[in-house]
């Protein structure tokens, strides 16, 4: 169809050329600024349109937007343009993340060493539930069962802080939701590191590459993650605390660790987390602490789930694939709320079970997690990888209705209707 | 109808002390919701007094048992500021005092659960939300309910001391008030703040309240927010207008200049003008929030304005023998020691500010006063 719109005008354009000599060659393609302006009103249109009718998240409405003009039904956003948007999806999912890092206080956990076993069992519940899972009812080899675990274990921490602000809730639960999600993703970070090194054992015969991929992913986030949150902090202490130019120097040292992270194959999504970690937990001064991502940082967060969204295999579902994706989130769903139920801790069981509906989100991180198994082996990768990406496609939609349902149920939600306008 | 409004009888000048604080985040030291949450996972037996829920839920108050002295009053403070620091650590939340948050966002706040706060919220609607704002609030017991009438309008004249004293509510919003307490601006939108009108004795209290209960005005002795009110259920009369300090050494001491002012009262029982009192009450308000220390203060009787600073230090002299018949010069002690020093904690907050550059830090520098050792220096 659109070519069939097109054609004539690059005939024209074509005719053109020949007397006029500034005519550049007719575009092959969408200029990057152009592509994203599309994505971003397009999957701002989707999400408004969804959340007035319907009342849902805007978060899901990125996401169906990528899916219905992504590959699976229109494939108006194609493999190409996928390829081309990466960068800015990268940025995005980095940022989300280092903010999921900035607002993780590990010294939480001291104070509270409830929280401490909740979490630890959440981790080690998810993984072996969803381990077994895998390999024991739909036969995974134990390599791609255990990295089906890394990549479907942790809540979605960027899901979580967009449903959060969007639905201004403060409190308890709202806490221990980004508390949960946020180790549980740090975990799965390390555990997707351990998970790489089995599968380079399996594939191949190389033990170098088998130990040293996982130290330079694991150990380039953290190196990487280190320095930058350490430039940042010694560049804002020369600044106003928070003023814009110290806003300045947080977004441009995050696109530094992602333009690093990128240059020497490093996850992306690693370092920023470290990297917000260690601003967290290193800036005894809070020289950045009170310092907040502009708010235009959300809009980018528009083109990372309309990528998701469209990254999203729907073409390649099957019943039985469909079917098992299901029982992997029930396996985890059960782990989760099992992890919370028998935690203790200073929440009542009714509070701390809607901590463990909060957690469900499983999204671009697990996607993106799942890509990056599936890019180092295009032969095997994406088809073992199957039921990864069909319980992140299930979950992309079901997380964030069952993150605010969990937050308003506590009653943390704000009530009020806020005057429309803005993004969040 | 009368006879729902029963006075208690007390044990004269105990006391009893009620102190509303802060939720802040440890982020970014903004307020947060948390109080109901906080009080049901609270493992706490109440030896000390109450811990309880306020209008907001990122309000808490801790009120002290009925007590004798003002060393037990601060032992009691003490321990529930203990309690709450503990508990409030396992919740990754954080408590400090002060009058106001200088820089919350008034309409993030949430109504905390219960039909008197839901009640409250539907009638005087956004107001409900201002009214996130921390006070400290003093009973002093009385034998009789004719005693409390009195002691009620005999206070009045002091009040701009409390206020001065106590203040700690410079900002606002963000911004510089230029008042020493702006807390009490907060108040006065409430259509029954103020002064206690005129009143001859218990009798003709009941009539006023009864008069404005048939009008529909009020429904319980709750809805009075004077500034000093009588408080039948507790057999007190309850000082009103002081900030919540940023730490318990003060919130004693303020509750030993009541008990040395009640006692002193209660016992001469001086002639006094509650009419003409009446007419410069709200003119002396003003001055005692708006400058503290510096205020001038109209004095009815003789006509003309005085300094508060030089009236308080006389105060305070002539207090010397109530505090030594009631043990507590050391208190008073610690308010001479504020006036002579002209530093009050609104002051100490500015002075946080010069230092700081933004009100983020120095809601975590009162956050660390909060949790000062509470014997005052000797």
């Known amino acids: 169809m659109v070519d069939s719109i097109v054609g004539p005008v690059r005939d024209a354009w074509t005719a053109l050329q020949g007397h006029l000599f500034f005519l550049p060659p007719f575009p092959s393609r969408l200029d990057t600024l152009a592509l994203l302006s599309l994505l971003l009103v397009t999957g701002l249109l989707v999400a408004e349109w969804l959340r007035a009718h319907w009342g849902w998240p805007r978060v899901l409405g990125y996401v169906v937007a990528g899916s219905v003009f992504g590959p699976p039904v229109f494939g108006w956003i194609n493999a190409d343009i996928l390829v081309q948007i990466r960068p800015v999806a990268d940025a995005a999912h980095g940022l989300l993340l280092l903010e999921a890092g900035r607002r993780l206080d590990l010294r939480w956990l001291v104070k509270n060493r409830d929280l401490l076993r909740g979490n630890v069992s959440d981790i080690v519940l998810s993984f072996l539930a969803i381990y077994f899972f895998s390999y024991l009812v739909v036969g995974l080899p134990p390599a791609w069962a255990a990295a089906t675990a890394a990549v479907t274990m942790a809540s979605a921490p960027a899901v979580v802080l967009l449903i959060i602000e969007e639905s201004r809730a403060q409190g308890q639960v709202t806490e221990r939701v980004i508390l949960y999600s946020s180790l549980s993703a740090a975990a799965a970070f390390v555990v997707f590191v351990v998970v790489l090194g089995i599968v380079h054992a399996q594939q191949s015969n190389n033990w170098a590459n088998t130990l040293i991929h996982p130290l330079w992913a694991g150990g380039g986030a953290y190196l990487i993650g280190w320095l930058i949150s350490r430039l940042a902090l010694l560049i804002a202490g020369r600044l106003p605390k928070r003023s814009l130019a110290q806003v300045f120097v947080l977004v441009a040292m995050a696109l530094l660790a992602v333009g690093i992270a990128r240059m020497l194959a490093v996850p992306v999504f690693l370092t920023l987390f470290l990297m917000g970690v260690i601003l967290s937990l290193r800036d005894e001064a809070k020289v950045l602490s009170y310092t907040s991502l502009p708010e235009g940082h959300w809009m980018l967060a528009i083109i990372l789930f309309v990528v998701v969204g469209a990254s999203l295999p729907w073409r390649d579902f099957t019943w039985l694939t469909g079917l098992h994706a299901l029982g992997l989130l029930l396996v985890r769903a059960l782990a989760k709320l099992i992890s919370l139920a028998l935690s203790g801790g200073s929440l009542p069981l009714g509070k701390r079970l809607l901590v463990g509906v909060g957690i469900q989100p499983l999204s671009a991180t697990a996607v993106f997690m799942a890509f990056e198994i599936a890019r180092l082996y295009p032969e095997i990768g994406a088809s073992a990888l199957a039921l990864a990406f069909f319980a992140a496609a299930i979950m992309e939609l079901a997380g964030p209705v069952l993150c605010r349902f969990a937050l308003n149920r506590a009653g943390e939600t704000a009530t009020e209707k806020v005057a429309p306008g803005g993004v969040i | ?378």
């Not at chain 2, 009080?39 to 209008?55: F, H, V």
């Open chain 2, 1 to 378: 109808m009368s006879d729902a409004l029963e006075f208690t009888q007390s044990e004269p000048l105990t006391l009893g002390v009620e102190l509303e604080l802060q939720l802040l985040t440890t982020r970014d030291f903004d307020l947060t919701r948390g109080a109901s949450d906080l009080l049901r996972a609270m493992d706490y037996d109440g030896r000390n007094g109450d811990i309880k829920l306020e209008i907001t839920e990122s309000m808490i108050e801790i009120n002290t048992l009925a007590r004798a002295s003002v060393d037990d009053i601060a032992d009691d403070l003490d321990s529930l500021r203990g309690v709450l620091v503990e508990q409030c650590a396992r919740n990754n939340i954080t408590v400090c005092g002060g009058g106001t948050h200088p820089f919350h966002s008034w309409p993030e706040r949430r109504i905390s659960p219960g039909e008197r706060y839901e009640q409250t919220y539907a009638r005087y609607g956004y107001l409900a939300k201002q009214f996130t704002v921390f006070g400290q609030h003093i009973h002093i017991g009385c034998a009789t309910a004719d005693d409390a009438v009195w002691l009620t309008q005999a206070l009045g004249p002091y009040v701009p001391f409390f206020i001065a004293l106590s203040a700690s509510s410079p900002y606002v919003d963000g911004v510089d008030t230029y008042f020493q307490s702006a807390r009490l601006n907060a108040v006065s939108a409430f259509p029954l703040s103020g002064q206690c009108p005129v009143l001859a004795d218990w009798n003709d209290f009941l009539a006023h309240y009864e008069f404005l209960r048939d009008c529909g005005i009020v429904a319980s002795i709750k809805d009075l927010y004077w500034d000093i009110r009588p408080k039948p259920e507790y057999g007190t009369v309850e000082i009103r207008v002081c900030d919540t300090p940023l730490s318990i050494v003060p919130a004693a001491a303020l509750a030993a200049l009541a008990q040395c002012l009640a006692r002193k009262l209660l016992r001469e029982r001086p002639v006094f003008h509650p009419g003409r009192a009446l007419q410069v009450a709200r003119y002396n308000k003003f001055q005692a929030c708006r400058y503290g220390f510096d205020a001038q203060i109209s004095c009815p009787e003789k006509r003309r304005q005085e300094g508060l600073r030089e009236s308080l230090a006389s105060l305070l002299d002539v207090l010397g023998e109530e505090a030594k018949a009631l043990g507590c010069q050391r208190w008073l002690d610690v308010l001479r020691r504020s006036l002579f020093s002209g530093m009050s904690d609104a002051d100490w907050l500015r002075s946080r500010l010069t230092v700081h550059q933004n009100l983020h830090d120095v809601v975590r520098d009162s956050m660390d006063r909060f949790r000062e050792l509470r014997h005052p220096a000797t």
